[in-house]
């Protein structure tokens, strides 16, 4: 491109089943999120006299390749295949007609069938670390040949698989992780352009930031002369919740274990278990008045059911830490439009700079509420058909966490 402008993008290559069609590609998106095991894209295709459609005889599972980039940026590449057709559209006279191509990642279609020829993993783990059944799932049953890329977990545990199937089963072991080197254990297992990622939340933030977002707020600001850092539109769909914090233990937590064979009980109370966790931001929400009054009780309370013929999992001790985490992280959510960069996926650590809202332009003050580290929680590529501006955007939703 001669001229380049925030919001342009080039379509590399676009192939289904070996054949390029990059002359019918109008519009699509892809979608990456750190709650979702897989990809998912759907792309908007045009045939004009069944030149493109005719030869190919879609019927699902053909597989997609689609690699583009920003002007000079860097290259991204999807490998995907078709799972269903929706929208056809056919013009009047039959000259041409539109397709909407919903696609998935190729694990995902031998977890919804293709996995031990029944769909099911019946095994016995006996011993292990579920950070090695992750990983044993993914080259064993799912055939993955893709990077991957697994935070190991610490106290090895029985874990039987009866005819379940995968995502489930590693959403259930999952849930009983304990991290090695973060507190919060909480972990999340998703894909990204980058490959699979069993990692804890805690250890995203702990990443170096990537990219650096300013908001422009001067009136009739020219989209000419910004950057591809602006943040053109954002959305604070959960700011912060009160009881959500009490609720979750951020402020006192309990947990109590009983031994089947000794019949011993124990219970423990925890005061701040996340306050040397991290998260987007140095400060709490809580106040010391808030404190005083609402944190002398535990918020929340777990009973651990402990037998000491079984392997030390260390689930016990975590619990409280894995719920007021959680109750920090779902304090400062934002939603955040941006110009599109091919860089950019879920897991992602970003920085945003947003100001004050003042009726004067030029201001400077930033307000800490919601600018920040912030995490990726899902991303969006989003390209729209030619003529559009901005033709390549991304939708960022974003975890900030604390405040500061």
């Not at 894209?41 to 459609?53: G, M, P, Y």
């Not at 709490?284 to 000491?308: A, H, L, Q, T, V």
Request: proline residues 5%; aromatic residues 10%.
């Amino acid at each position: 491109m001669d001229s380049y402008v925030p919001g342009d993008f080039k379509v590399n290559s676009f192939n289904i089943k070996g054949l390029r069609v990059d002359h019918g590609f109008i519009s699509g998106s892809v979608y990456e999120s750190i709650f979702m095991p897989c990809i998912v894209a759907e792309f908007n295709l045009r045939d004009t006299d069944d030149a493109l459609f005719g030869g190919l005889n879609l019927s699902g599972g053909e597989p997609i390749n689609f690699e583009f980039q920003t002007p000079g940026g860097e290259k991204s590449k999807y490998s995907l295949l078709v799972n269903r057709p929706e929208n056809l559209e056919v013009s009047s006279g039959v000259k041409s007609r539109t397709l909407k191509l919903i696609c998935t990642s190729e694990e995902a279609f031998y977890a919804a069938g293709g996995v031990d020829t029944k769909g099911y993993i019946q095994k016995s783990y006996v011993g292990k670390l579920i950070s090695a059944n992750v990983r044993d799932v993914l080259l064993s049953y799912l055939k993955t040949t893709k990077n991957i890329e697994v935070e190991v977990t610490k106290g090895p545990q029985n874990i039987i698989a009866q005819n379940e199937k995968v995502w489930p089963f590693i959403d259930r072991i999952r849930r009983r992780a304990v991290s090695t080197f973060n507190e919060s254990a909480s972990y999340v297992f998703f894909e990204n352009k980058d490959g699979f990622k069993f990692v804890t939340i805690e250890g995203l933030f702990e990443r170096p930031v990537v990219k650096k977002f300013v908001h422009d707020n001067t009136v009739g600001a020219d989209s000419r002369k910004l950057t591809d850092n602006n943040i053109f539109a954002y959305q604070l769909p959960d700011m912060f919740d009160a009881m959500e914090r009490i609720d979750k233990g951020t402020m006192k937590s309990a947990y109590s274990t009983f031994n089947f064979e000794t019949n011993e009980y124990i219970e423990k109370s925890i005061d701040f278990p996340s306050k040397g966790t991290t998260t987007g931001g140095t400060k709490d929400w809580d106040s010391k008045e808030f404190i005083n009054k609402f944190g002398k009780f535990p918020g929340r309370s777990s009973i651990i059911p402990y037998d000491n013929r079984l392997p030390v999992t260390s689930i016990a001790e975590h619990t409280p830490s894995q719920l007021a985490y959680a109750g920090h992280l779902q304090q400062g959510l934002i939603k955040l439009r941006v110009y599109g960069d091919s860089k950019l996926k879920a897991g992602d650590l970003i920085e945003a700079k947003i100001p004050r809202p003042e009726s004067s332009t030029g201001n400077s003050k930033t307000d800490s509420d919601v600018s920040g580290k912030m995490l990726i929680a899902s991303i969006r590529h989003m390209f729209l058909p030619e003529g559009q501006k901005p033709r390549y955007s991304c939708v960022l939703e974003c975890i900030k966490g604390r405040p500061g």
